[in-house]
Nanobody
Framework: QVQLVESGGGLVQAGGSLRLSCAAS????????MGWFRQAPGKEREFVGS????????YFADFVKDRFTISRDNAKNTMYLQMNSLKPEDTAVYYC??????????????WGRGTQVTVSS
């Protein structure tokens, strides 16, 4: 089992920045590809970005490219999502995911409980 706990969400004005963290415990963190998803009210959960187990490869949804970055510190069992130039449409609950495949785009084995991000206009 892997336990994932997100933190860092909150209220921010449009154009602002937030950094989310996902702390993992349980199995060997460096074995897992990681990533972020989000779900806005009334919408389906959608992919935001992913990072490979080594941290050497990242991939982002088109709507966040050039605004968001993902990194991980395998020594600290933590993944980060740096969000810049935030827009009101980025408002959602952000979820951390872990998977044993190459990318969480294709396989998610574990989910966190989410952290709320609200961007005011």
């Amino acid at each position: 089992q892997v336990q994932l706990v997100e933190s860092g969400g909150g209220l921010v004005q449009a154009g602002g920045s937030l950094r989310l963290s996902c702390a993992a415990s349980g199995r060997t963190f460096s074995n897992y590809a990681m990533g972020w998803f989000r779900q806005a009210p009334g919408k389906e959960r959608e992919f935001v970005g992913s990072i490979s187990s080594s941290g050497g490869s990242t991939y982002f949804a088109d709507f966040v490219k050039d605004r968001f970055t993902i990194s991980r510190d395998n020594a600290k069992n933590t993944m980060y999502l740096q969000m810049n130039s935030l827009k009101p449409e980025d408002t959602a609950v952000y979820y951390c995911a872990a998977g044993l495949g190459f990318s969480v785009r294709y396989r998610r084995d574990y989910w966190g409980r989410g952290t709320q991000v609200t961007v005011s206009s």
